[in-house]
């Protein structure tokens, strides 16, 4: 009887400790989650899009709205507040196509998170004649908010694989060195910096 106690009590004992481990994995796959709703695009599209999204070490659940991609054929990859579209051509390049996706949700970064002050600040910091869509007169690169989205894809995914790695000085995301652009963006946000960053090669 004692036997079949301590056999019970180590089964439960094992049980809330494998439930335990359940729940820690599942809070830690959700952290860095954000809330989507896809129009269009395949399954392995969509799917890309999810990929994309956790192999940075951005946080997105700290994006407070649900985002809606679009996935259509032969149209530009943006973004506008709560939105973003992506080419599904572009999609189906795999890997190549993560850092077009990181872009364009670190445009949701800065409508969803940053003010005006903050803006200014990274303006200063990255560079640019202008923040965002206040002239047509620029260049894609010469825009802040482009060099943002950028520098921020590179900063939380630093891989190989990634078609944001600057090839030169002047590229957009060139202007700050990943770990200062993490420090910088973590005081703005009053978030801690990441100690680690998911690598992938």
Known sequence: MVGEMAFRVRL???AVILLGSLLFSTAAFARG???LAFVGGS???RSQVTKALGASSFDWSLLPSRVTVHIGRDFASEAA???VWLDANVLDAGRFSW???QHEFAH???FQLLDAETRARFALLLGGS???GETLAFAHGDYGCERFASTLAWAY???QSNCMKPMSRSDESAAMAPAAFRAALAEALHIPAPTYLRWTA
């Open 99 to 101: 850092g077009v996706v």
């Open 43 to 45: 399954v392995a599209e």
């Open 108 to 110: 949701q970064v800065d």
């Open 130 to 132: 202008a923040w965002c």
């Open 157 to 159: 995914w630093p891989s």
């Open 33 to 35: 989650a954000t809330a």
């Open 81 to 83: 507040p709560d939105e």
């Open 12 to 14: 439960g004992t094992a």
